[in-house]
Every structure is written in structure tokens, then in C-alpha cells.
């Protein structure tokens, strides 16, 4: 393993002077954790030294808190991560109000427990360390991720719940491929086993990482119990409405309304002619024409709205989450009033 010279300082973000190896503004030592990507420059042997004179200031003062951390990288670079969590856990304590030491101890915690998945006690540890982070920084995407992973990591789908929003918020372009794939395979789980209102719960979390995803299982959830979806539900009616006569659900509908307006056309056309013989031709055209086109409007009116016909393409565009989910979560519990016992 080999381990590259960092360009900025990792104790206090200032900038590296060329050729430097030490911080002009703090004095810690320069080192990064290993990336593959650059060349090999600095080996083993080069981190080793550094470990070597890390320990000698530590020799002369025990708290120097740029030496502590600066070994906890170094050994953390060499994979001894038990050694490196120690003098990182050291310099934590005498410097807590130091971000990039309390992410130093973090990201070493995580890569210590990835070793050990099943150690409970290194994961709370990990939790524990996201939490300062997050206390320190409230937009660190690294405090948020590593929040979410303890959660996911110990199936603590509460927490994963509510945490997903703020990742989602912190961390937009962080690779979350494996928490959307674990919500949406739940909420699925959930739908199947008629835990309806905990299936919406995670299909809002699930919409926060991918929007796509969670209004995709929340308009079909929706169009699946449509008929208990209100009209006092304003904007959600209107477009599951919409979706719903795009997608031909009102066909037979439509065809009872014109064959209900024939009929009522032939009634009222009798009786006008018989009152009015002269009248034949306009009644004719109200018979066949007028009364049938009225009556279906009324029908698609009363299912659809008005205007009664699609109008977008994709009605769904203009409707926010939030709103989705609300109404989604007010339909959940009316599905156990008519499920059949």
C-alpha cells in the first residue's frame, strides 16, 4: 500500500506549499489516505518514517495533537487500524472541536468495522463519531452518509427513515444505490404484506433519494385504490382522475352515459312531439345529438373533472411530493376498513 501527499492540510484545510511536506500554518504532516489513482510516489517505507518521528515529538509531549493525528493517518495508511484509531481517538479527545480529526477517527471506525460487520459495539462507535461530525458541521455529507450506513447496516429501518431526507439534502451526488435498493424492496414488502401506511412511510424516504423511484410506487399505490381517494383531495384527484381516463379506465363509462342519454332522448323526444308535431327535425337533432353529448359530459365531469378530457400528457409533472404523500397516507388506513375479513 502505498500512501500520497495530501493537498491541503487535513488538521486545518490550509493550502500545501510546493515541495512541502509539513503544514506552513500548523505543522502537520501532509499524508492522505492511499488512492490508486495517483502515482507511487511516496511508499511504505516513506510513511514509516514519518511514523518514526510522530513518535519522537510524542516522546517529548504527549499531547501534541498535530503528531497524534498525523500518526493516526500514517498508520491508517499502513492498515493498522487499530493502532491508528487509538492516537486518533487521543487526538479527538484533546481537540474535539476539530473537524477533520473527528473524520479522521470516523472514517477509520468505518473501515475498522467493515472488517468486523457483525461487531455491534464498532458500529455505535461509528454512530457516535457521525453524530460530532454532524454536530460540528451540519452540511457534512460524510456525518449524514455514515448515518445512514450504521442504520442500514443493523436493518434500523426507523432511522434509516428518518435520516434518508437530510442524506438526500447533504449528499445529492453521493452514490446511494444500495439504501434506494433496500426501500424500495421493503415498501414492496410492506404493500404485499398489507402494512399499507408503513409502506407509505418508506416510499416518502425512498422519493427523498430518488424522486423517480418514490413517486412511481406512490401514484400506483394511489391509482390502485383510487375510488377512495376524495375529491376534497384537490389537485391528486385531478390528475389520478387524469391518469386514469389517459389509461381508458372510463370507457365503459362513457358508453353507458351515451346509451343512458339515447334513452332519455327518445322519452323527451316523444313527448315533444306529441305536444309539438311541427317540431320533428329539431327534436331529432336534440334526441340523437344534444342529449347524448350532455350526458356524457356530465359523467366525465362527475369521474374526471372539467375540463372532462385528458389534458396532459404527464399530469403528475406539476404535483409535489409532499403532496402525494400526504394524500397517500390519509388513503392507507381507509384500505383496512374494506378489506374483505
Do not use: K
Amino acid at each position: 500500500m502505498s500512501a500520497t501527499v495530501a493537498i491541503a492540510c487535513p488538521v486545518c484545510g490550509a493550502p500545501r506549499q510546493p515541495g512541502g511536506e509539513r503544514c506552513a500554518y500548523c505543522g502537520s504532516w501532509l499524508l492522505a489516505t492511499p488512492d490508486v489513482t495517483f502515482p507511487d510516489g511516496v511508499q511504505d517505507d516513506v510513511v514509516r518514517e514519518h511514523v518514526a518521528r510522530f513518535r519522537t515529538q510524542l516522546e517529548s509531549n504527549a499531547a501534541d495533537v498535530v503528531a497524534l493525528h498525523g500518526l493516526g493517518v500514517a498508520f491508517r495508511n499502513l492498515g493498522l487500524l487499530d493502532d491508528a484509531i487509538q492516537a486518533l481517538v487521543r487526538a479527538a479527545n484533546l481537540r474535539p472541536e476539530s473537524l477533520n480529526i473527528q473524520r479522521a477517527l470516523a472514517g477509520t471506525l468505518h473501515d475498522a468495522v467493515r472488517r468486523q460487520p457483525a461487531e455491534g459495539r464498532m458500529w455505535r462507535d461509528v454512530q457516535r463519531q457521525a453524530d460530532r461530525i454532524i454536530a460540528l458541521d451540519l452540511d457534512s455529507a460524510e456525518g449524514w452518509w455514515l448515518r445512514a450506513q450504521v442504520a442500514f447496516q443493523n436493518r434500523d429501518h426507523a432511522r434509516l427513515l428518518a435520516v434518508a431526507p437530510d442524506l438526500a439534502e447533504h449528499d445529492p451526488n453521493g452514490d446511494h444505490a444500495a439504501f434506494i435498493r433496500y426501500l424500495d424492496e421493503t415498501g414492496r414488502q410492506q404493500f404485499h404484506d398489507w402494512r399499507w401506511p408503513d409502506a407509505v412511510d418508506t416510499w416518502e424516504a425512498l422519493a427523498a433519494m430518488d424522486d423517480h423511484a418514490g413517486r412511481t410506487a406512490l401514484v400506483a399505490f394511489l391509482l390502485q385504490n383510487a375510488r377512495l381517494v376524495p375529491r376534497s383531495a384537490g389537485r391528486v384527484w385531478r390528475v389520478l382522475r387524469q391518469t386514469m381516463a389517459l389509461r381508458g379506465d372510463f370507457r365503459q363509462a362513457g358508453i353507458a352515459a351515451v346509451a343512458l342519454g339515447v334513452a332519455l332522448a327518445f322519452a323527451v323526444t316523444a313527448i315533444g312531439l306529441a305536444l309539438a308535431p311541427g317540431l320533428f327535425p329539431a327534436m331529432l337533432v336534440v334526441g340523437l345529438v344534444v342529449w347524448p353529448v350532455v350526458t356524457w359530459l356530465v359523467m366525465r365531469w362527475r369521474l374526471v373533472g372539467w375540463p372532462p378530457w385528458p389534458t396532459p400528457e404527464h399530469p403528475w409533472a406539476g404535483i409535489e411530493t409532499d403532496e402525494i404523500v400526504r394524500v397517500a397516507r390519509d388513503v392507507a388506513p381507509m384500505i383496512e376498513q374494506i378489506r374483505p375479513r
